[in-house]
Every structure is written in C-alpha cells, then in structure tokens.
C-alpha cells in the first residue's frame, strides 16, 4: 500500500471522527407538557433542544398551534431559558383539522415543529371553519450551517452514521476483493492442463491466501457494524435485536463468513480446500449482495431508506451530510484494506516457513 | 488468546451486572444529554475491536519473528 494512501486513510479517519463529534445537531422540537386540548385558553411548556429561545425573546420568537394548514396565534407568558417557554394559546371550538403541531419560530433556529397525540375530543372538526387562524411563513430547515438532522427519537445518536455505516461499506468491499480472488482461484485451477501445475499451484495459493485474508478482514467490520448496530437499536427502537430484514441479512452473512472459515479449517489438503472454500466464497458473496442489498427493499424494516422511512439524504437539501460522510466511508476502507493487506503478508510468511 | 479471554469476561461482566442492576437505569445512563452516550459507546466499540484485531496481527508477526530468530 503506497504512503499517500495511508496519509490520506489517516486523514480521512481524523475528519471523519472530528465531523462525528463537532458538528452540532439542529434545533427541533422535543414536547409540550400538555395533554388535552380545550376550547379557549390553554397553558403549556414548549420544549425545545438546541434552540434559541431567550436570545430571540425579544426579537422574531413566536409559537403557533396549527390545525392542518391553519395556524392559531399565541401570547408568550414566560420564556424560561433557550430551550423552554410557556405559552398560551386560545382556540375556538371549531377546528379545520385533526392534525395538531405545535411549532416555533426563531431567526437563528427557523421553524421547529413538534407533533404529539393528544386529547382533542373537546373539538369539532370541521373542514371550512377557519375562525381565528392567522397567515404564518414556515420557514423550514433556516439553520445556517451544517448540522445534523434533527430526529425525535434518534436526537445526538445521528452521529453513529459516522461509525455504523462505514463499517457495512467496508465490509462490502473488503468482501468483494475476496469474492475476486475467489473467481482467481477458480480460473487459475481451470487451467491446470495447459500449463506446469507447480506453477499454477502458486498461483492459485496465493489467490487463495488473498481471498482468506479479505474474508477474515471484512468479518472484523462485519462483527463491528454487528455490536455497533445492536447498541444503536437498543436504545432508538428499544430492542438488541429486531426483526428487520437487514439485520437478520447481517446475521445471516456473518454466519455464512463463519462457515467459510470453518470450511476452510476441515479441508487438510491445500489445493483442493483453495476449491473448495472459492466455491463457497462466490455463493456466500452472491448471498450478501441478495441479503443486505436487495432483499431489505422488499421488506418491511426499520432501518432508513426502506419500506416508506426515508434515508439520511432526504433530510438535507444541499447534501452536506454527504459531504462528511463519504469521506468517513473512505477512510474506513482504505484502514480496511490496509488491515487486509498485513494480513495477507503475515499469512505469506507463515505459508512461507511452513516450506 | 486466554488474555483476551479475560478481557472479554471483564468487559461483558461490567456489562451484565449495569444491565442485571435495573433496565432502567441503563435506559436513564443511555438516554441522558441527547443520546450522545450511544455514540461514545459506538465509536470505542469500533475503535477497540481494530485494536484487538491489529493487536492478534502484531502477536502472530512477533511468533514469525522470533522463529526467524531461533533458525
């Protein structure tokens, strides 16, 4: 491996952990301790997280309760500090629409909006009725600089997407040199024939040796995004272990990488457990792709992009989300294939003095 | 292997007796400051799994070399 690649790998992996931990996240909507909603005045606490309520007391800050596309004005009794103010808000009886949000809106924050199930049976819902409602500018995603998207349940644990993800990326890759050298392996035996089998003994070791040690390293990331994944669903969707079709893919990949290993363990000849293991490797690698590329899109799942949730670049317009993040792929790669390339020298010195 | 042994006993022991003492006080430990926690737990996962794994390397280059040595 050249010197500028691992320069680069280092620098990428520095960027990517500094972006991980700098970049705030933007301002949202976090509850309103209220629940029931009355005809006429109603006091509540709004809560935000990482807004500025206090710095705009006096300037731009003002809450609304919308119904549908309508919105209800509301008198500021106490803004507590930035991310907590009282406010009160009178209704009328007669409401356009079920879908209630509670929004605020501030210079630096822009709009924030928080939508709660709540008691509303005291209202009558009716299309047309618009008694009340004032015209309101929404002006989404306002904040100026980089942050990360705002998610209820999610909040600061966003910041996994610099660590979670690359690892699959990784892992794909790493897999796929080993599903290359794999087809070597097979190719390089296939012509056994036409030329001195010594020589391509030789070849089809070290085939072999490129292929095993890529396995073993993108195991590794596979075992790490495995850990990695189970915390981060712990404690957003409440559970080690879901029923989500890519992690069970994952399990399944993870397993099938295991029974490669221990393929390759039971088979004492050389030439023919090079065989034997290429075969299994090329199905194992068609079987990831099938598991944790293809399949997750048909099922129902909970992991972003799939089944109706949308993924990460849907939440940033000017995608500078991506702009982070590919650098923290890279990188992750290139430490991977730098891991894979020692290894496959280690392994070359063993092979070595075994002779 | 039988150090890493060791240390993976610690570690999922430190782990067992914080979930075995109440769900909920991990739940409370995790869900603390915005959930940043996850991430410091994620990122050290990442970063010690690779330690380990470089640290296996570095064993079995030390055993090529010192037999290098006894040749």
Redesign the interface.
């Known amino acids: 491996m050249k010197l500028w690649l691992k320069i680069l790998c280092a620098v990428l992996l520095f960027y990517a952990l500094l972006s991980s931990f700098y970049h705030p996240l933007a301002p949202g909507g976090l509850t309103v301790d209220i629940e029931k909603l009355v005809p006429g005045a109603n006091t509540f606490v709004y809560s935000g997280y990482n807004t500025h309520f206090k710095d705009h007391s006096n300037d731009g800050l003002q809450f609304f309760v919308s119904s549908g596309s309508h919105y209800y004005p509301t008198e500021i009794i106490e803004v507590i500090d930035n991310n907590h103010a009282k406010v009160n808000v009178v209704l009328p009886d007669t409401l356009p629409s079920e879908e209630i949000a509670f929004y605020a809106n501030t210079p630096t924050d822009g709009t924030v909006y928080i939508m709660k199930p709540m008691d509303i049976s005291a209202f009558v819902f009716h299309q047309n009725y618009t008694n009340g409602s004032v015209p309101v500018k929404v002006a989404n995603d306002q904040h100026q600089n980089f942050g990360y998207p705002f998610q209820v349940i999610i909040f600061e644990s966003i910041r996994n997407l610099m660590w979670h993800v690359p690892m699959w990326f990784t892992m794909f890759v790493i897999m796929f040199i080993s599903f290359i050298q794999s087809i070597h392996v097979l190719s390089a035996t296939g012509r056994e024939n036409m030329l001195d089998s010594s020589m391509i003994y030789v070849q089809s070791g070290i085939h072999d040796r490129k292929a095993s040690a890529s396995a073993e390293t993108g195991l590794i990331f596979c075992i790490l995004g495995l850990i990695t994944g189970s915390i981060w669903a712990r404690f957003t969707w409440g559970a080690w272990w879901t029923n989500d079709p890519q992690l069970n893919g994952a399990m399944v990949v993870f397993l099938m990488y295991v029974a490669y290993f221990i393929l390759r363990n039971s088979v004492n000849d050389e030439e023919k457990r090079a065989r034997l293991a290429a075969i299994f490797n090329i199905f194992a690698f068609v079987l990831l792709v099938v598991l944790l590329m293809v399949m997750p899109r048909f099922a129902e799942g909970l992991h972003p992009g799939k089944s109706g949730n949308p993924a990460f670049s849907s939440y940033d317009l000017d995608s500078s989300l991506r702009m982070v993040f590919y650098p923290a792929v890279f990188g992750f790669i290139l430490l991977g294939y730098w891991i894979y390339n020692l290894r496959l020298r280690i392994k070359i010195l063993e092979s070595n003095e075994e002779i | 292997m039988k150090k890493y042994n060791a240390v993976f006993a610690c570690l999922l022991l430190v782990l067992f007796t914080n979930s075995a003492a109440a769900s909920s006080s991990l739940?409370e430990y995790?869900?603390a400051?915005?959930?940043?926690k996850?991430?410091i737990?994620?990122?050290a996962?990442?970063l010690i799994?690779?330690f380990v794994?470089?640290q296996r390397?570095d064993s079995?280059?030390k055993k090529?070399e010192k037999?290098k040595i006894e040749k």
């Open positions: 739940e995790f869900y400051s915005g959930k940043i996850v991430v737990t994620v990122a996962i990442v799994g690779l794994y470089l390397l079995r280059l090529l037999n």
